[in-house]
């Protein structure tokens, strides 16, 4: 698909709603994908008369990071782009992995959103990105919800995250900054085979096409039943709901403790996104032990990265921690 100022402005005009004079930031690491989708959202504020401000994490992780970040507001600024870098505390910077490193960026991110009145962060996940995430999840035994890999929106600390080239492949980004003549940076992690994405990224690119087709197909046909599934697990969760408020969910238990494991893991998720406004939930290894304590009959108390499970004769009571 083409990529343009205009087909980008359509498509997202098409799949969201944004305020009169929306405020975005747009998450930019300085690399060919967050420059296109840059300029793009610029021509879109520019458009819709609204605000925009680049938002670069300077993660601490290699030794010119800060000079990186420093180069990109400066090639920025004179682009009349407005431009905050964002430095993430030493004290979060231990293990130096690509996890540690996402939860930093949008801590940041949404923080500073929450701070300054930015409803919306753009990032620039594209096509081959999406592609990825579901090799690298499928090798890890995702099951469906998680094998649908990346979604164009979703919620993180109530502030609203947009990906709007997740129908764009890299060669259309690559192409629009060449187009444009704009610049950018590599990040040398990229290719570091060390790390379980660039290893994955370089079999794609070494791999025939037939089997990049066959790939393809069974990430399409994911994509495609995921909403029967995820549409299954609300019909559930829903018909066994007892009790609901904003910081309490109540389920019973009878029903809940006989599903199978995937179905009780995706019900739990539900729960634990609801009650904590973002699209991020548990792992499934900590999720898999209170399903078997709940088999079990035999726990009071459980708690699942922040969410407090409490059993009360036959019912699950869901809340936060404060609660």
Do not use: W
């Not at 199978?260 to 539900?270: H, L, P, Q």
């Amino acid at each position: 698909m083409k990529l343009t100022n205009k087909e980008f402005i359509k498509n997202i005009e098409k799949k969201y709603i944004f305020e009169k004079n929306p405020s975005v930031a747009v998450a930019v690491s300085g690399g060919p994908d967050s420059m296109s989708l840059l300029f793009l959202a610029n021509a879109f504020i520019k458009y819709k008369k609204g605000n925009l401000i680049a938002l670069i994490v300077d993660h601490r992780i290699r030794k010119n990071s800060k000079e990186e970040a420093k180069f990109i507001s400066a090639y920025l600024d004179k682009n009349n782009i407005n431009s905050q870098i964002l430095t993430v505390n030493k004290d979060k910077v231990s293990k130096k992995n690509m996890n540690e490193a996402r939860d930093n960026r949008y801590n940041l991110l949404t923080d500073y959103c929450i701070k300054n009145n930015f409803l919306h962060v753009f990032i620039a996940h594209h096509k081959n990105d999406n592609l990825e995430t579901f090799l690298n999840r499928k090798i890890a035994g995702s099951d469906f919800y998680g094998l649908k890999s990346m979604s164009e929106f979703s919620l993180y600390n109530k502030v609203c995250i947009i990906r709007p080239l997740l129908n764009f492949s890299k060669d259309a980004l690559l192409n629009y900054n060449k187009k444009n003549k704009i610049e950018y940076i590599n990040d040398p992690s990229n290719f570091n085979l060390n790390y379980s994405r660039p290893t994955i990224r370089n079999f794609l690119k070494k791999s025939d096409q037939k089997t990049i087709k066959e790939i393809n197909k069974d990430f399409e046909n994911i994509l495609f039943y995921s909403p029967y599934f995820i549409q299954m697990i609300l019909e559930i969760l829903l018909k066994n709901i007892v009790h609901v408020e904003s910081k309490q969910i109540v389920v019973s238990l009878h029903n809940i403790k006989n599903l199978n494991e995937i179905t009780s893991e995706n019900i739990i998720r539900r729960i634990y996104q609801f009650l904590f406004y973002q699209s991020n939930a548990p792992r499934s290894k900590k999720t898999r032990i209170l399903i078997s304590e709940m088999k079990k009959l035999n726990f009071n108390i459980f708690n699942l990265k922040g969410m407090i499970v409490k059993k009360n004769d036959n019912f699950l009571t869901f809340s936060k921690k404060s609660v």
